[in-house]
């Protein structure tokens, strides 16, 4: 089956669409800096006051923040960051894609595929949804090799031996495809790392950079991979086949930042920046489209439908792709 194509115009009037339409930069700037601000918050309440609770605290709000540079990557794949491409590309990278391993021009290009055949069989995400719904115990497991970071381990290994290349090529070989897969964000790791051993405060690399992006920021990023598309009411209705999910506060700060639950919205509009995606929803949940919107409560109602099959014949195991797929969107899809 074909899916059903929505223009602009069917949605919404020409002065909401440019209203909607509108790019800042310095918004951009602003949402780079806050999720920035909040990771080195964090870093230091370690610091200044290092304890069990604070560790754990922080290690959630690097990790949420973490999602929340790969989400400003993703806008800026987009062109959201900034109007002006090259200012786009550059805040994309050095402040978003590079710090977390990945790359904004090779994402761009996989995502596109994404956008255009949603919830279909040629979708490369299709893997990330198509198992759902799966049982509550085949979740859990989930959960569990997520925030041990087996999940996370089985991803950045992968990345560093795709990067290596081939044993059958030469070492200049291997160092070029090297540098070009892994070379900038390698330096943008090491500045990282230099700058905090010049504070005498090297250990905060690994434990507070490293290890969220190892374990809590792999568990986020399957639930919002769940969120967006599994369990969908319909794969062939643009309205029906991307999921919307209010969020309240904590889950804001701990799961879905920078309006990445509003993913119904981007997919329709996926020009719109992502501070201008409440007043889209707003503008669609007023207009003649509104009943037919698929818009879950909470993150949790999401859960529920996604893990409603019963227990009956479960087996324990890792699903197609699970290892290699759930969460590789950081680097290249799924938004």
């Not at 601000?37 to 290092?50: D, Q």
């Not at 893997?127 to 115990?137: C, E, N, Q, R």
């Not at 089985?154 to 070379?183: C, I, T, V, Y």
Request: proline content about 5%.
């Amino acid at each position: 089956m074909t899916v059903h194509r929505l223009k602009a115009r069917d949605l919404l009037t020409e002065e909401q669409l440019a209203i909607v339409r509108q790019r800042s930069t310095w918004k951009g700037v602003g949402l780079i800096a806050h999720a920035w601000t909040l990771i080195i918050g964090a870093m230091a309440l370690v610091v200044w006051w290092p304890n069990p609770l604070t560790y754990l605290l922080a290690v959630a709000i690097i990790g949420s923040r973490q999602l929340g540079l790969a989400i400003l990557m993703h806008d800026g794949a987009h062109g959201c960051l900034s109007s002006n491409e090259r200012v786009n590309l550059a805040l994309a990278q050095w402040f978003c894609a590079y710090p977390i391993f990945a790359e904004t021009c090779a994402y761009r290009r996989y995502h596109l595929k994404h956008h255009a055949n949603t919830q279909q069989e040629d979708d490369p995400d299709l893997v990330l949804s198509a198992p759902f719904p799966i049982t509550k115990l085949s979740f859990r497991r989930k959960f569990f090799r997520d925030i041990t970071g087996q999940t996370g381990y089985q991803q950045r290994k992968a990345q560093l031996l795709a990067a290596l290349g081939s044993k059958d090529w030469s070492l200049r070989q291997r160092a070029a495809h090297f540098w070009n897969m892994l070379g900038p964000q390698c330096v943008t790791n090491g500045v990282m790392l230099a700058a905090l051993t010049a504070c005498g405060l090297w250990w905060v690399y690994p434990m507070l950079w490293l290890l969220p992006l190892l374990t809590w920021h792999m568990v986020i990023v399957r639930i919002r991979n769940i969120a967006e598309h599994a369990v969908v009411p319909d794969s062939n209705d643009p309205l029906r086949n991307t999921r919307t999910t209010h969020a309240n506060v904590l889950e804001r700060l701990f799961i879905a930042p920078y309006y990445v639950n509003y993913h119904l919205e981007h997919h329709l509009l996926f020009y719109v920046p992502c501070y201008n995606l409440p007043r889209l929803h707003r503008y669609l949940s007023e207009g003649p489209h509104r009943n037919r919107m698929e818009v879950q409560p909470s993150y949790l109602a999401v859960l529920r439908l996604a893990t409603a099959k019963p227990n009956v014949d479960d087996r324990p195991g890792r699903s197609v792709g699970d290892l290699r797929r759930a969460g590789a969107d950081v680097a290249a899809g799924g938004f």
